[in-house]
């Protein structure tokens, strides 16, 4: 029997660790101060962009990206890149939303919920649950296919879960948010509900507030990116503090499936035109062939009248002057022989 599950185990390990990345995810993705890459077999590449954009710092690839295009050395690009992996699990088969894990190590790794939708894609966003949905451990797997198929896909009244949201996809480890924040939304007001980090196992129950003499009832706990979070204490089942707006108070939009309410701005649009690693190469290259124009001059420039020959009279018979005029000589001509000449 032990045998038996012990197999079971390395057969769920072995598939975890070759799991297939989304099609939709490959590509090229560009955002405000960096390119990212994801490819064929967990390959990610970050791209940022320094100094406002002007040169572009090949910060995380894959070794062999090296053979497609050789490295610069200088005082931006360090001589070896960093080598992480990435992979994705689904979170839900109706949402197309998953968990994003950047692996740096054996050790160190950063999970990042993402969501995607039109070529574009989003870290800070909220799911719709159904009335009868399962929340265990952050699935959102519907028990009536009423609710998965988007009954409620026309309307924004419902619970609506955050997630642990990252505001970056680093290339340093990410820090978990102190807060999950989601939202019921009914036709009596928009509710804001409070979760927060805390050590307790994850418990799949439920919990309620009430508004008008009506019973609201949502997941005691969110589990998202490896971090649980609660909306009570302790054992608890009673909502408090909860805050309630007569309109949500962000300007947001909803994804074609309903289920998404998502920002005005992705974090990061895909290129649509380019996919593959030589590609990439070939944008970094390209950027980093431009020069940045010099500044304009402190003084703009005006057609002034020296009076040289008043300045000639007055150096007149001054030894100084007429020795500093002959050491000029040697370095270049003066201003007024400049003049002269145009």
């Not at 919990?207 to 003499?213: G, L, P, V």
């Not at 009673?238 to 289920?259: C, Q």
Request: proline content about 4%; hydrophobic content about 30%.
């Amino acid at each position: 029997m032990k045998k038996s599950i012990f197999f079971l185990l390395y057969l769920l390990v072995i598939f975890a660790s070759s799991a297939e990345i989304p099609s939709e995810i490959k590509g090229i993705w560009k955002g405000d101060d960096r390119y990212i890459f994801i490819g064929e077999e967990n390959q990610f590449a970050v791209i940022l962009k320094e100094y406002y954009g002007w040169y572009y710092d090949r910060v995380v690839e894959p070794e062999e990206f090296s053979n497609i295009s050789a490295r610069k050395r200088n005082i931006s690009t360090q001589k070896n890149a960093h080598h992480y992996t990435v992979d994705f699990k689904k979170i839900s088969e109706n949402v197309p939303v998953w968990e994003m894990t950047v692996k740096v190590d054996k050790k160190t790794k950063s999970i990042i919920p993402i969501a995607l939708t039109e070529n574009e894609i989003y870290l800070k966003f909220l799911i719709k649950i159904p009335y009868s949905a399962d929340s265990s451990k952050g699935s959102l797997t519907t028990e009536n296919d009423e609710y998965a198929d988007g009954q409620f896909a026309n309307s924004n009244y419902g619970y609506w879960q955050g997630v642990n949201e990252s505001d970056s996809i680093r290339i340093s480890g990410r820090n978990n948010s102190k807060d999950i924040i989601s939202w019921y939304m009914t036709e009596n007001g928009n509710y804001r509900l409070r979760f927060w980090q805390t050590d307790m196992l994850y418990e799949d129950s439920k919990a309620a507030f009430s508004d008008e003499n009506k019973l609201y009832t949502v997941n005691k706990h969110i589990f998202s990116a490896g971090q649980n979070y609660s909306c009570v204490n302790g054992r608890s089942s009673n909502i408090r503090n909860v805050e309630k707006y007569p309109d949500f108070p962000f300007s947001s939009k909803l994804d074609s499936t309903g289920n998404l309410l998502l920002p005005e701005k992705p974090y990061l649009t895909k290129v649509t035109d380019k996919n593959s690693a030589e590609e990439l190469m070939k944008i970094v290259e390209e950027a980093n062939k431009q020069r940045k124009p010099d500044p304009p001059p402190l003084f703009p420039a005006e057609d002034l009248d020296w009076h040289w020959d008043l300045i000639n009279q007055l150096e007149k018979g001054n030894k100084i002057i007429e020795k500093v005029r002959e050491r000029q000589k040697k370095f270049g001509p003066r201003a007024q022989d400049i003049e002269k000449k145009k």
